[in-house]
């Protein structure tokens, strides 16, 4: 870290505000409005939200909790459920209603979103949280917790050359994972490709059997009375959970 850069906690360079949850027994519209209202379950890995599943509110619950919308200048972070997603909203949805279950950090001037969005995927972020963001049943992250994290910051051009840099390798990585796959997709494809050959143009001398003609047994598995008696060691017990494709 360089002498110029300053450690600051959150609470310094942006206001930490929580979501809020829709009234007790109310139920979400059958058909979208104009209040969208973003849970946990739309923030994506990458960073954004998933739109297809969004859940709506009506216009009166709007009234009574249109104080804790998120702007698409904002980050989010999810403090219940699946601790320590974050990312921010697509301008289409400024001004949407969010969680309970997730806060949103609302920037001071001077401060880069994605430089601080780049921060949150720190190992440094995540061991100042003091949780496991992916392990099931955490506790819900207190604002106060949050609010003391800390992080370097270097002046705004500073922050916007590092995000520069960081946004060119992670599409590099994008544009690698993208050839891995596709070349993945194609030697599979070549594959069933000899495998269908092989199996249908059938040669001299191929005769067709049934697999009873074959196999010495066909049989299936049995559990009875034993399924709650499985132990962690000793003779092991398949499940249909145990079997991957054959590669």
Not at 98 to 102: D, G, I, V
């Given at each position: 870290m360089r002498k110029d850069w300053e450690i600051k906690s959150l609470d310094q360079i942006a206001t930490v505000k929580g979501g809020k949850r829709v009234p007790k027994g109310y139920k979400f519209e059958t058909t979208?409005?104009?209040?969208?209202?973003?849970?946990v379950a739309d923030f994506t890995e990458d960073g954004t939200v998933y739109t297809k599943n969004l859940k709506y509110i009506n216009d009166e619950v709007y009234e009574q909790i249109k104080n804790y919308t998120i702007s698409s200048q904002?980050?989010?972070?999810?403090?219940?459920?699946?601790?320590?997603?974050?990312?921010s909203v697509p301008k289409s949805l400024d001004g949407a209603n969010?969680?309970?279950?997730?806060c949103k950090l609302v920037l001071h001037k001077?401060?880069?979103k994605k430089f601080v969005y780049y921060f949150t995927k720190t190992d440094d972020f995540v061991q100042q949280t003091g949780i496991n963001t992916r392990v099931a049943a955490q506790p819900k992250l207190a604002l106060v917790r949050l609010k003391t994290i800390t992080l370097p910051i270097p002046t705004l051009p500073?922050?916007?050359?590092?995000?520069a840099i960081l946004d060119d390798a992670f599409e590099g990585i994008d544009k690698a994972i993208a050839n891995t796959e596709k070349n993945l997709a194609n030697s599979r494809e070549l594959f069933e490709s000899y495998l269908n050959a092989f199996f249908t143009q059938k040669g001299d001398g191929w005769v067709?059997?049934?697999?009873?003609?074959i196999c010495k047994k066909i049989t299936v598995g049995h559990v009875g009375s034993m399924a709650s008696k499985y132990k962690d060691s000793g003779i092991?017990?398949?499940?249909?959970?145990?079997?991957?494709?054959?590669?």
């Open positions: 979208p409005t104009s209040h969208p209202y973003i849970t904002d980050i989010y972070i999810s403090i219940a459920g699946t601790i320590g997603k974050t990312g969010l969680t309970e279950n997730a001077g401060i880069d500073e922050q916007q050359r590092i995000v067709e059997k049934k697999l009873e003609d092991p017990f398949l499940r249909s959970q145990n079997i991957l494709p054959f590669r």
